[in-house]
């Protein structure tokens, strides 16, 4: 997913464990089943978010603070649990038919939505074919479900009409998903915002005023969410009564403020106004390291400078592998974030997945590439300006309106005008929403995104950069590159050897033959937790917590 921030300076110490599993809560790192006893502590979780949330439209939804909030106030078909592992949600029960390609799930019967109404098939229905409908404008719809559900890149383009999409409401508590092919990752699928329901009257009753306040939304998850105007600044989670799995949510109320730098979200912290202090910048840390409700973990979330080839300075391959050899990744890791996470030198996270045979991590076939190396870059840099007839450019940075963010900026900036020499770089630095829309509009010349995975496998990253591809945003084009992501989606679906092995290679072609990208960090976090909070829930992919299992225990 889209990064809230799309620059980070998290401060961590690099976690045992590859990413954290199961719950956090102080130094009790243990869940508490079926939700526990809360004592007498009143039940009031206060938290902080990094950013607004740009929509409460869950077909329309692209970064991490909007699918973290749709975790806590919507449910999907399945659930990530306290180990990580999708598990019965909205669907108490499925099968599958023998070639893979058929799901049939069973709703169960106490699901409801909060106005009393109840769970439908025909609301996942709904929201699948509006998340396809061209007319919709989503981008994760197509980027999810292309490929992956019958006819969604037919009704995506506009070919089909979306009632032709391959999923079906057999009655009220039955729905049947029909895929393109077998899709080894479906089932980790149905855990994500995008494929959550909606409730079609309540929808079509709110007209062009859906999803623009908490009032204007219906929810069927362990919370409900109120006090949000659309644009605020604050909003609080309040326990769903109508969820069916209320008996385990033990927090009443999670009240939730937006502190966009380290500072704000430590001085909350400190003054006792939050019970979770948020991501902490590399200054926190080292005051904070040795604190006992300290937690880190590194995440299988890369950073990376895009480099918008709808430009024609960059669509120049030897300017943009220069770019990508100019910047000392470790040097950003170790000596600017400080924070335990690591350069990379990749577009697929370390320590994510591993081949289905040899049980090697994916980093093992192609290693380390575009690495830092300052002469090289010069090298590529003065064939670059001279295959362009030019002795000097101007690029810009967009980049975000953090503290954080113009730190990081700044440090880009030194360090790419210091090793080409005849560069420039400005900086633009707007609110995320306005960075959304600039990405979406091809509006930038280069600019550090970040991307975590949607469900554990490869293709989470791998799928980025075809050809058109609703992330790809930066108009990066290569036939073999599509080939070997369309292989691996279909003659090799049924294959998991030769379909690891593809994306391995998809990956070498991205980076070491054309530069498309310039990859900087894998990303490390660290927070402090009060040591009466239990039982919170951090998952290495798809939305970052769940709250359902969380108590106070004072």
Known sequence: MKKSKFYSFLAIALAASVFLAGCYGGGDQGANEGGGEGGEAEQVLRITESAEIPTMDSVLATDEVGFNVMNQVFEGLMRLNQENEPESAVAEDYEVNEEETVYTFTLREDAKWSNGDPVTANDFVFAWRKAVDPETGSEYGPYMMNG???????????????????????????????????????????????????????????????????????????????????????????????????????????????????????????AGDTDISGELSSDYVTKYKEDPNFVSYLEPTIFWIKMNQDREVLQNENIRRAIALAIDKDNLAEDILKNGSIGANFAVPQDFVTHPESGEDFREANGNMLEHNPEEAKKYWEQGLAELGVTELTLEILGGDTDNAKRMDEWLKNQLEKNLPGLTI?????????????????????????????????????????????????????????????????????????RFEALQEAERILLEEDAAIAPLYQEGKSLLIQDYVKGLVVHPFGPTYSYKWVTIEK
């Open 148 to 270: 992956v559900i019958k006819n969604a890149t037919q009704v995506s383009t506009g070919e089909l009409p979306p009632e032709e999409l391959g999923v079906q409401a057999q009655d009220d508590r039955t729905l049947v998903v029909t895929l393109e092919r077998p899709v080894p990752y479906f089932i980790s699928l149905m855990t994500f915002p995008t494929f959550y329901p909606q409730n079609e009257a309540f929808v079509k009753e709110q007209g062009n005023q859906f999803a623009l306040n908490s009032d204007s939304l219906v929810y069927n998850g362990p919370f409900v969410l109120s006090n949000w105007n659309g644009t605020g600044q604050s909003w609080d989670f309040e326990k769903n009564d109508q969820y069916w799995d209320k008996d385990t949510v033990q927090l009443e109320r999670i009240n939730v403020t937006v502190a966009k730098d380290s500072q704000s979200r430590v001085n909350y912290y400190e």
């Open 426 to 498: 400005t900086l633009s630095e707007v609110p995320f929403s306005v960075r959304l829309q600039r990405d979406t509009n091809l509006d930038y010349d280069l600019q550090v995104a970040g991307w975590g995975p949607d469900y554990q496998d490869p293709m989470t990253f791998s799928d980025l950069w075809v050809t058109g591809g609703g992330n790809n945003n930066m108009a990066y084009s290569n036939p073999e590159y599509d080939r070997l992501i369309n292989d691996a989606k279909t003659t090799l679906a049924n294959q998991p050897v030769e």
